[in-house]
Every structure is written in structure tokens, then in C-alpha cells.
């Protein structure tokens, strides 16, 4: 017979996984719980959340009959997708854990090679800077070339004005 307490976490986490982005499971073992903080500070600047919870939960609120075996570290990314799976990504790098085990966007599932490569991805902010440079590009050449012939105007008066 489950507890009061299981089913309500249970619930709460379904309807977190439902607000949630994208979703990507970590072992959770060897961090230690001043790392945990860290990771859990970083992950929630950028706009995600981490959770850890016991494996069997996690497993009835995804819906699940098997889920990678050891300790797992749910992160639930709210506003940007790609953010806090950067931020745990650079976290990862810097300390050598948490090791990516899987995830899920859009409600699809991802194998580890996937998360990788989501995390290698500029962010949405990034790309937005890259298509406004982009847009302004052929406007600053112009802007360029137009000046360029008011220069040429101005040299050639300094010129005349000195000889």
C-alpha cells in the first residue's frame, strides 16, 4: 500500500514533468551534497530546476517500467530549453560529474549522445544576437559604402584647400 506522501510527491512531480520543456536524467552518484548545491544554484539561474527523488517514484510519474539503474538527478528545464542543460553540461565538465544518462524533449526521448549535442548549442539568446548581426550586416555595408563616397568628397576638398 503506497503512502499519503509518495503519492502526493508522485502527483507533484507529474505535473512538474508535464510544465517541464525538456527533462534529462543524471547519475547522481560520487556528487556530494555541496556540489548538489552548486549544480542546483546554477541549473536554477538558468531558468530549470533539479530534483533529486527516488528512482521507483520517478519511474510512476514518468510513466516508465525501466529506468537506467543507480541514484538519478531529474533537471526540468522551465523557460529555455537548452539552458540549464548547458549549465549541467559546464558542471559536468568542470567536476567530472554528474555522468548524463538520458532525457527527453518536447515529451520525445533522447539518448546521452543527444543531450550532448543539446548542450553544445548556442542559446536562445545567443542565436537571436547571431540573426540580428546577420540582418544588420547588409545594412552596415551599405551604411559604409554611401559614407565611403563622402569621405572621398572630403578628402578631396582638404586637398584643394591646402594647394
Known amino acids: 500500500?503506497?503512502?499519503?506522501?509518495?503519492?502526493?510527491?508522485?502527483?507533484?512531480?507529474?505535473?512538474?514533468?508535464?510544465?517541464?520543456?525538456?527533462?534529462?536524467?543524471?547519475?547522481?552518484?560520487?556528487?556530494?551534497?555541496?556540489?548538489?548545491?552548486?549544480?542546483?544554484?546554477?541549473?536554477?539561474?538558468?531558468?530549470?530546476?533539479?530534483?533529486?527523488?527516488?528512482?521507483?517514484?520517478?519511474?510512476?510519474?514518468?510513466?516508465?517500467?525501466?529506468?537506467?539503474?543507480?541514484?538519478?538527478?531529474?533537471?526540468?528545464?522551465?523557460e529555455d530549453e537548452i539552458a540549464p542543460i548547458k549549465a549541467l553540461a559546464e558542471f559536468a565538465k568542470a567536476h567530472d560529474l554528474p555522468k548524463i544518462k538520458a532525457g527527453f524533449l518536447a515529451k520525445e526521448p533522447l539518448s546521452k549522445e543527444q543531450v550532448e549535442m543539446l548542450a553544445n548549442l548556442p542559446t536562445k539568446i545567443e542565436l537571436l544576437g547571431q540573426t540580428v548581426a546577420t540582418l544588420n550586416s547588409p545594412i552596415s555595408g551599405l551604411v559604409n559604402v554611401l559614407a565611403g563616397n563622402i569621405r572621398k568628397l572630403i578628402y578631396v576638398l582638404k586637398a584643394v584647400k591646402t594647394a
Do not use: W
Open 1 to 78: 500500500m503506497p503512502s499519503e506522501k509518495n503519492i502526493t510527491t508522485v502527483n507533484l512531480l507529474k505535473t512538474k514533468l508535464a510544465q517541464a520543456k525538456s527533462i534529462v536524467l543524471s547519475d547522481a552518484s560520487g556528487l556530494s551534497v555541496n556540489l548538489q548545491r552548486e549544480l542546483r544554484q546554477k541549473v536554477k539561474l538558468a531558468g530549470g530546476e533539479l530534483i533529486v527523488i527516488k528512482n521507483t517514484l520517478l519511474k510512476l510519474a514518468l510513466g516508465v517500467k525501466e529506468l537506467l539503474p543507480g541514484p538519478t538527478i531529474t533537471l526540468l528545464a522551465y
